[in-house]
């Protein structure tokens, strides 16, 4: 058989830049891509750069987050696989799925002492600072009051209650019609009402109003009022606040002076059951019958959830008479309370599920 010698030819100058040119597109290809995604390159020190976290770094800057708080997120958003990392600082779903994933990865880790609640209260700070600080605009209206949001409201004379806006539109927005206490009455009519709402990662505002209508039908019973456009807003909790109706017990304390110090008694002789109406991080609402005055600390014990006490102590802010229900809303501020129990309240707000 015969076989054909044949030779490979060196490659042409035109053949050469030809390939060059190749090799120059397809790497600037992938460049482009690597900075559109957000992934970019590392430098020696291990931080992540390109365009996409260069916008990381400057979110993280403007939601008031340190440089470690930055540093724990940026390890949680590349764990959790987003390709655009400052997505979650634009959606609070993305956000919570990061956090929760975190602390769920703790608990199940074998962590002794403080060193877990310690961890696991950094992610609860980051995610309360992200909300809190993102842009939001505010309220300028009634109109904007979405229907299910709960108001609170002032009735002259009678007292304080929470209702649930039911309906609104171009005419007016209607609430449920309060529970009033068994043989009270109210003439609603052009009754002028005081009213508080709570916007969620937000803040509170109040405003006046007046009664127009009562409806009451088959179909709808609910009290129409009218829309305004004079809403103050209040100046934002450093924490969220819930809604909740909890069984609590509190103690006043005694402070006495002792070898020149000051310590604080605790006097089972004075303690007392109340309500939890809402909940913080911060503090909490107690509704009862026998406040303690302004100014004055107290011990509190509840149960958070089954079999779980959470013990705090705080300092009374301020006392609410409430005619309606005869009774007093006590507004306690936390001065101690361990984290562990900071990180369950945190839980509650977030409806974060607890291992």
């Not at 209702?163 to 609104?168: E, Y």
Request: charged content about 30%; proline content about 4%.
């Amino acid at each position: 058989m015969d076989i054909t010698a044949f030779r490979i030819s060196a490659p042409t100058p035109g053949q050469i830049i030809i390939l060059i040119v190749i090799f120059i597109v397809i790497g600037l290809v992938f460049y482009l891509a690597s900075r559109a995604s957000g992934t970019g390159t590392r430098k020696r020190t291990g931080k992540p750069t390109g365009t996409g976290w260069h916008n990381f770094y400057q979110l993280a800057k403007m939601r008031g987050l340190t440089k470690q708080e930055t540093e724990v997120l940026r390890k949680l958003v590349q764990a959790y696989g987003l390709t655009r990392p400052t997505m979650v600082f634009t959606s609070t779903a993305i956000l919570d799925g990061c956090i929760q994933r975190a602390i769920r990865r703790v608990s199940l880790k074998e962590v002794k002492g403080e060193s877990k609640d310690d961890i696991i209260n950094m992610y609860y700070r980051i995610r309360n600072k992200i909300a809190r600080n993102r842009a939001v605009k505010g309220v300028a209206t009634t109109k904007a009051i979405p229907v299910g949001a709960k108001l609170r409201i002032e009735v002259p004379k009678v007292g304080f209650f929470s209702v649930s806006v039911v309906k609104n539109d171009d005419d007016c927005f209607g609430i449920s019609i309060p529970m009033l206490p068994p043989g009270k009455t109210v003439a609603w009519g052009k009754l002028k009402l005081n009213c508080s709402y709570w916007r969620e990662n937000d803040a509170a505002y109040n405003f006046e109003t007046k009664v127009l209508d009562v409806v009451v039908t088959d179909v709808d019973q609910y009290i129409c009022l009218k829309h305004t456009n004079k809403i103050t807003r209040v100046q934002k909790r450093r924490y969220p606040r819930k809604n909740v109706r909890i069984p609590v017990i509190f103690v006043r304390l005694r402070v006495i002076e002792q070898d020149g110090r000051k310590k604080a008694i605790v006097d089972r002789k004075d303690a007392h059951w109340g309500t939890i109406i809402d909940i913080s991080v911060g503090g909490l609402s107690i509704e009862t019958t026998a406040p303690v005055d302004k100014n004055n600390y107290v011990k509190v014990e509840f149960e958070l959830k089954e079999d779980y006490k959470v013990v705090g102590y705080g300092k009374v802010k301020r006392i609410e008479r409430n005619p309606a229900k005869r009774n007093w809303i006590m507004h306690i501020q936390f001065t101690k309370i361990d984290k562990r129990y900071k990180n369950e309240i945190f839980a509650l707000l977030y409806d974060y599920e607890t291992l």
